[in-house]
């Protein structure tokens, strides 16, 4: 089993930034992709962006691409989401989850096995 908690939701402005974080704990997960994703209500959860297990490889959502950043700590068992030049429709629960990593279906929710459970981000116009 793998325990995944977020940290560093909140309210910001349009145009500002923020910082997610995710520690793992269980199993070692140094051999999972990590990834993030987001929900709105009434909305399936969708892909923003994933971390390959050695962080060579990393994929984002056309929506984020440019703006956010994800980077992964194996030492510590993190994996950080940077969110720059925030839009009013960033605003969701955003998710930690992990996967084995097999070289495929990093974007893909139904691939992901651990969970956590979620971050509020609120983002001002």
């Known amino acids: 089993q793998v325990q995944l908690v977020e940290s560093g939701g909140g309210l910001v402005q349009a145009g500002g930034s923020l910082r997610l974080s995710c520690v793992a704990s269980g199993r070692t997960v140094s051999r999972y992709a990590l990834g993030w994703f987001r929900r709105t209500p009434g909305k399936e959860r969708e892909f923003v962006a994933a971390i390959s297990w050695n962080g060579g490889a990393t994929y984002y959502a056309d929506s984020v691409k440019g703006r956010f950043t994800v980077s992964r700590d194996n030492a510590k068992s993190t994996v950080d989401l940077q969110m720059n030049s925030l839009k009013p429709e960033d605003t969701a629960n955003y998710y930690c989850?992990?996967?084995?990593?097999?070289?495929?279906?990093?974007?893909?929710?139904?691939?992901?096995?651990?969970w956590g459970q979620g971050t509020q981000v609120t983002v001002s116009s």
């Open positions: 989850a992990a996967k084995e990593d097999i070289g495929l279906g990093f974007s893909d929710r139904r691939e992901y096995t651990y």
